[in-house]
Nanobody, 116 residues
Framework: QVQLVESGGGLVQAGGSLRLSCAAS????????MGWYRQAPGKQRELVAT???????NYADSVKGRFTISRDNAKNTVYLQMNSLKPEDTAVYYC??????????WGQGTLVTVSS
């Protein structure tokens, strides 16, 4: 299966920006739907954004207009540009790859902390 490695998390003050990266290695299909999820302490993991191989995107209402998901198929990398960050965006962010069969692969997660 594909291996996913996230990077780019860190500490940022409210209103700031971060860009997360997810690099895929190993066996990888460009038909895979790539996504970002996040999980805050005491909360369920939730979908943040997804992008298809053709570039179609989907966003959670809470991040629309602030976050942008994109993918570079040549580099087997998916990105999450996060602008106008809010304290409620604080969470561990996970990269996800989903095959047409429904099989999924998850990255290890990267922590984003937004201070007020």
């Amino acid at each position: 299966q594909v291996q996913l490695v996230e990077s780019g998390g860190g500490l940022v003050q409210a209103g700031g920006s971060l860009r997360l990266s997810c690099a895929a290695s190993g066996r990888f299909s460009r038909f895979n739907v790539m996504g970002w999820y996040r999980q805050a302490p005491g909360k369920q993991r939730e979908l943040v954004a997804t992008v298809t191989s053709g570039g179609t995107t989907n966003y959670a209402d809470s991040v629309k207009g602030r976050f942008t998901i994109s993918r570079d198929n040549a580099k087997n990398t998916v990105y999450l540009q996060m602008n106008s960050l809010k304290p409620e965006d604080t969470a561990v962010y996970y990269c996800n790859s989903r095959q047409l069969t429904g099989a999924e692969v998850w990255g290890q997660g990267t922590l984003v902390t937004v201070s007020s």
